[in-house]
């Protein structure tokens, strides 16, 4: 599982949950796809897959985890595997930036890292399988590599898993083709879908800049870096307005009004650059909607607070909680009521509980709260616990 900030892994069975309850619903647009996971879920689940994401390496993913079809690319893609497995090191202009002048690797590993990606290069394979081969290489990465999750610095000493092999694993094919684009979630919102998940960035962090590493693998294009992170330059001059406090509510408001499918699933966070309040008056305009509010323990370094270089605290712990907010948005104010009765209730739900996920992720155990709105019919909001 690579380590990814905002990945949604714990919320996708709520996300599925909700989904099988709308009316009509076969196909998915995920405009912001990150991992693939969502994606992943919803075509496991039997529902057609359009994923979008503006960064190179999310591409690969989702053209390996939707894209892919399991019964055309399984079988190659594991003898392919096996063979990378074996490729020899190279120690060129990977391990020169990324375990030298910076310090995400071990060198013998960006090593073997380079020699499997200059195979890959050489290899000139079919996109669905270059797919299939960079995923697992990323992901053969991320678990070697000596950071905290964010390329944006390295650790001072290497982390205990640099130590470990860098070892290609199958990636978890399905059967069918899934649909991928590398677009501006601007761009992509019209397109014509049943269901659109929404989970743009929250905040000043860029998804590229924080994953610069995973983009010049998937890109292998020798990029002119910067910095001692040794970044790629092109993160100065590709940036999204969802990464702007001056631009976000307004890029928000238009991805909502470009948005030609009936129902619409946004997550947020109540730590973002926009306030809730100002997203569901954006969301009012649309019609009848529901908030599900999770509770969640933040990440370690807001809790433990901010060190110097030498171990001293320097700064307060911040908030030890926050809030991951899910919105439905649906034209019909009886399927917001259904969904809110359904999350709701004390009985349990088919398949993994949302409750249970959560609680094993976040370890609280406690409940989540879920607040319904229906504009058009009952103006209060009603609260359920
Ligand atoms: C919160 S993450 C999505 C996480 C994803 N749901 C998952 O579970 O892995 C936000 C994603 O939006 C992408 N993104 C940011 N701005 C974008 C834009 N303007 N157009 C398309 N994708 C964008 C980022 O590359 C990032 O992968």
Known sequence: MIKYLGSKRLLVPAILEIADLLPGVSKVLDLFSGTARVGHAFKARGYEVVSND????????????????????????????????????????????????????????????????????????????????????????????????????????????????????????????????????????????????????????????????????????????????????????????????????????????????????????DEGFVRPEDIESMLRARGPFLRLEIPYRRYVGARIGIHDGKGRKVGKPGRLKNTEILWLSSPDPSVCREVAARFGSSEPFSGESFMTAMSRGTRTGRRARFTAISPLEDPDPRKMD
Not at 216 to 238: I, S
């Open 54 to 269: 503006h960064n190179a390496f999310a591409q690969v993913f989702a053209a390996c985890y939707v894209g892919a079809d399991a019964e055309e690319t399984a079988a190659p893609a594991s003898d392919l595997l096996l063979d990378l497995q074996e490729a020899s090191p190279v120690d060129g202009w990977f391990t020169e930036f990324y375990a030298r002048r910076a310090r995400y690797f071990r060198p013998e590993r960006a090593a073997k890292i380079e020699g499997i990606r200059r195979r890959i290069e050489d290899l000139r394979l079919d996109p669905d399988l270059e797919a299939v081969c960079l995923t697992s290489l990323i992901e053969a990465a991320d678990r070697v590599d000596s950071t905290v999750g964010v390329q944006m610095a390295y650790l001072k000493e290497y982390a205990p898993r640099t130590r470990r092999p860098v070892e290609l694993r199958m990636p978890e094919l399905l059967p069918g083709k899934g649909e991928v684009l590398g677009l501006d979630a601007l761009d992509a919102a019209a397109i014509e879908a049943d269901l659109v998940y929404l989970d743009p960035p929250y905040n000043q962090h860029s998804y590229l800049g924080n994953y610069h590493v995973w983009e010049t693998l998937a890109r292998f294009d020798r990029p002119e870096v910067y910095g001692v992170a040794c970044k790629r330059v092109d993160c100065k001059t590709r940036k999204s307005p969802f990464n702007r406090k001056t631009e976000i509510r307004g890029a928000l408001e238009t991805l909502l009004a470009r948005i030609t499918a009936p129902h619409v699933l946004l997550s947020f966070n």
